[in-house]
């Protein structure tokens, strides 16, 4: 069992920058890759970003590339985006996810366990 908790989120205006975290508890958080997905109203769930148990392999959508960064403390059992340059359509509940398999997959199927999600609103 992995339980994940999402922080960060809010309302920030076009161009500014959040930094989101997911908690994660229960395995040891450094044996398995995370994720992170995004779904807005109406749309499906999308692939962020992901990083490799140990941080060494990060993947990014095209639609962040540039602009957002993953990464992970693993003392802290922790993993982090910071997204920058921020537009209106990044607006969505943002979820991390665990990945066991380590398959650092851009799928959501691939994925295993799932926060509550945080809601970052970015207004024009």
């Known amino acids: 069992q992995v339980q994940l908790v999402e922080s960060g989120g809010g309302l920030v205006q076009t161009g500014g920058s959040l930094r989101l975290s997911c908690a994660a508890s229960g395995r040891t958080f450094s044996s398995y890759a995370m994720g992170w997905f995004r779904q807005a109203p109406g749309k499906e769930r999308e692939f962020v970003a992901a990083i490799s148990r140990g941080g060494g392999r990060t993947y990014y959508s095209d639609s962040v590339k540039g602009r957002v960064t993953i990464s992970r403390d693993n003392a802290k059992n922790t993993v982090y985006l910071e997204m920058n340059s921020l537009k209106p359509e990044d607006t969505a509940v943002y979820y991390c996810?665990?990945?066991?398999?380590?398959?650092?997959?851009?799928?959501?199927?691939?994925?295993?366990?799932w926060g509550q999600g945080t809601q970052v609103t970015v207004s024009s």
């Open positions: 996810a665990a990945d066991l398999a380590n398959i650092v997959s851009t799928e959501s199927r691939d994925y295993d366990y």
